[in-house]
């Protein structure tokens, strides 16, 4: 099994910055592609960025050019840099992963439990 734990949300100020951290433990064999997603409350679950091993990336329009996605393949770690934070970027912020146990393992879609974010004066 496969486990997403995500780290390094909290309260900033708009105009700041913050950067999560998605470590992927357990049994590990490949991660094809990671994303982070956003969800505020009363909202729908909004895609933010993704990354694949290839590190072929997107962002979604609302991100782009405040955002950088990247990873540790080492580490099975993702990352989100956040820049600029504005008010509207406050939400949870979730670690998905498509990742494969061991080799010719069926890959199974991961969640991680979220991040809070909140971007407040």
């Known amino acids: 099994q496969v486990q997403l734990v995500e780290s390094g949300g909290g309260l900033v100020q708009p105009g700041g910055s913050l950067k999560l951290s998605c470590a992927a433990s357990?049994?590990?064999?490949?991660?094809?592609?990671m994303r982070w997603y956003r969800q505020a409350p009363g909202k729908q679950r909004e895609f933010v960025a993704v990354?694949?091993?290839?590190?072929?990336?997107n962002y979604a329009d609302s991100v782009k050019g405040r955002f950088t996605i990247s990873r540790d393949n080492a580490k099975n770690t993702v990352y989100l840099q956040m820049n600029s934070l504005k008010p509207e970027d406050t939400a949870v912020y979730y670690c998905?992963?498509?990742?494969?146990?061991?080799?010719?393992?069926?890959?199974?879609?991961?969640w991680g439990h979220g991040t809070q974010v909140t971007v407040s004066s």
């Open positions: 998905n992963a498509v990742a494969a146990p061991a080799p010719g393992h069926t890959q199974n879609n991961y």
């Open positions: 357990g049994s590990i064999f490949r991660i094809p592609v």
């Open positions: 990354i694949t091993t290839g590190d072929s990336i």
